[in-house]
């Protein structure tokens, strides 16, 4: 049996203002159309400096030799860059699933594409238009 393909739609905002108000699922005028698209997809989005933080939490918590991103991780949310960057990029779940179906994906990006044409969203991806990251090279003994 073949493991069908999951995808994930991400998206980053435009400015710091309007990531805040949309992690903090704010009503304010400029998400309503973004809120709107969410509730008919049954999506609701994660800003990706949380997910990170959370699963430093958690690695801190349970032990970070369980968690083979734990150094990486917790890298990028010290890093102030990083950090401005992965404050307005979120990632969306559908019916509370990190990954879902090719169709559901697709169909969710291209209601999401008024808002980049508009500005609200500089960037819009999912795995059917994003090259996997590179292997880490192994280390040598």
């Known amino acids: 049996m073949t493991a069908q393909w999951q995808y994930q739609v991400r998206f980053d905002v435009n400015d710091s203002a309007t990531a805040e108000s949309a992690r903090r699922k704010l009503l304010h005028p400029a998400l309503a159309l973004l809120f709107d698209i969410l509730a008919e997809h049954r999506a609701a989005?994660?800003?990706?400096?949380?997910?990170?933080a959370e699963y430093v939490a958690a690695a801190e918590e349970h032990g970070v030799e369980n968690y083979p991103l734990y150094q990486w991780t917790k890298a990028t949310i010290?890093?102030?860059a990083k950090k401005?960057?992965?404050l307005k990029s979120f990632t969306l779940y559908v019916d509370d699933r990190e990954v879902y179906a090719k169709e559901i994906a697709d169909a969710l990006e291209a209601d999401l594409q008024p808002l980049s044409t508009s500005g609200?969203?500089?960037?819009i991806?999912?795995?059917a238009n994003n090259p996997q990251s590179p292997q880490r090279p192994r280390e040598r003994p």
Do not use: G
Request: hydrophobic fraction near 30%; glycine fraction near 0%; charge should be neutral.
């Open 45 to 52: 989005l994660k800003c990706q400096f949380d997910a990170f």
């Open 120 to 123: 609200l969203i500089t960037r």
């Open 78 to 80: 010290e890093n102030p």
């Open 125 to 127: 991806s999912n795995p």
């Open 84 to 86: 401005e960057k992965y």
